[in-house]
């Protein structure tokens, strides 16, 4: 079946420093891929989002391309703030069924 | 949050007892959410409804029960058939964009 995986936290780095958390997915057919963050007591947000292949989904400083080859989502950011801490969900949606499938999730510490 | 509202935030439950999360939303969307979080695990799915008075099973829905009496409203019933109960349990919506999900602020149950 469908299935996401993430690298796996916790990612600890200084204020600035470029930023990427591994996304790969397994899929029929072609999904949508999303990225969503949870920052501490929260539900979660909506990062960026792609739907087709080569598509780049940016928001915040972040951003993430659709890559059909690798089956890659990687998650990237030149410059991380503290704010940024959080823990970031990579996500594909089903078409069989309607419901998104979940990484596992990958922990980021921005330290200043 | 977003029109979303998700009660109790905290909630404790003895161990043969069951008990029922909330969910409203005001978002005037069909399809609704549960979804469990455990620690290294990602979220997974309990039960969806794309329409009222209609719901689906996921992947986790043993010991799990919902009802959909009314667009708004879509309570998660936790019964004491539900072996390892403590938990993160949020509520989403699908409707702010194709496959995307807006979620609630969650639920947190423990059983003493």
């Known amino acids: 079946g469908d299935s996401v995986t993430q690298m796996e936290g916790p990612v600890t780095l200084s204020e600035e420093a470029f930023l990427t958390i591994n996304c790969t997915y397994t899929?029929?057919?072609?999904?949508?891929l999303f990225w969503y963050v949870q920052y501490p007591g929260e539900g979660l947000q909506l990062l960026l989002k792609?739907?087709?292949?080569?598509d780049k989904g940016s928001n915040k400083g972040f951003e993430a391309t659709y890559r059909k080859e690798t089956t890659s989502f990687h998650l990237e950011k030149g410059s991380v703030q503290v704010s940024d801490s959080a823990v970031y969900f990579c996500?594909?949606?089903?078409?069989?069924?309607?419901?998104?499938?979940f990484g596992q999730g990958t922990e980021l510490s921005v330290k200043p | 949050d977003g029109g979303i509202t998700q009660s109790p935030k905290y909630l404790f439950r003895k161990e043969g007892q069951n008990v029922t999360l909330s969910c409203e939303q005001n978002l005037n969307h069909d399809a609704m959410y549960w979804y469990r979080q455990d620690p290294g695990q990602g979220l997974r799915l309990i039960y969806y409804?794309?329409?009222?008075?209609?719901?689906q099973k996921g992947d986790i829905a043993e010991g799990y029960s919902v009802s959909r009496e009314k667009k708004e409203s879509f309570p998660l019933t936790v019964t004491s058939a539900q072996k390892n109960p403590t938990a993160f349990y949020l509520c989403?919506?699908?409707?702010?964009?194709?496959?995307?999900?807006?979620f609630g602020a969650g639920s947190r149950l423990t059983v003493l």
């Open positions: 899929a029929t057919g072609y999904p949508s």
């Open positions: 792609a739907t087709k292949a080569d």
């Open positions: 989403a919506v699908e409707g702010s964009g194709a496959n995307v999900l807006t």
């Open positions: 996500a594909l949606f089903y078409n069989q069924g309607g419901k998104l499938i």
């Open positions: 409804s794309q329409i009222v008075n209609d719901f």
